[in-house]
């Protein structure tokens, strides 16, 4: 019950973050939205089970993105930019093997990110999370400035 309330609190928090309206919802949010709750499976890229760059490289698929199936080579796609710095749709990488970026997410604002972690499928997790902040490496903007104004648009204009 309480991953429940806080996966409620979550998703209302994040439209209310993004859009301003628990009721709006943009292209990012549906898109990341559709996927949450997918179990996890090795190389997976589907609905029926997802790893973390098959996740991340589904939501941008649907933003009109190609990007690839690996979080190494997508740490390569867009420009770098500073944690403080981050905006909803920026790639955030993490070394969760200790051979480097092992793992991606997508943020959302808010100090939040979806992705597909191993032990729980697709997921909201805090940047600040124990195990998250401490292997923290980088993050990519792989959307230009039109391209994020489309994403975060209300759809029900």
Not at 76 to 96: C, H, I, M, W, Y
Not at 146 to 157: G, H, W, Y
Request: net charge neutral.
């Amino acid at each position: 019950m309480k991953k429940l309330v806080g996966f409620v609190c979550s998703t209302v928090l994040f439209f209310s973050v993004s859009l301003g309206s628990a009721l709006a919802e943009s292209p990012l949010s549906a898109a990341v939205n559709e996927g949450l709750g997918a179990p996890y499976k090795w190389s997976g890229t589907t609905l029926k089970g997802f790893d973390c760059s098959g996740y991340t490289s589904w939501v941008f698929n649907k933003l009109g993105l190609d990007l690839p199936h690996s979080s190494k080579s997508q740490a390569q796609e867009g420009t770098q930019v500073e944690k403080s710095d981050l905006r909803p749709g920026d790639l955030v990488f993490f070394n969760t093997d200790g051979k480097g970026i092992s793992h991606v997410g997508v943020y959302v604002g808010d100090g939040k990110f979806y992705h597909s972690a191993t032990d729980e499928g697709v997921v909201i997790t805090k940047l600040s999370d124990n195990y998250y902040a401490k292997r923290y490496v980088t993050a990519r903007r792989v959307l230009s400035e039109d391209q994020f104004n489309q994403v975060m648009s209300d759809t029900q204009k």
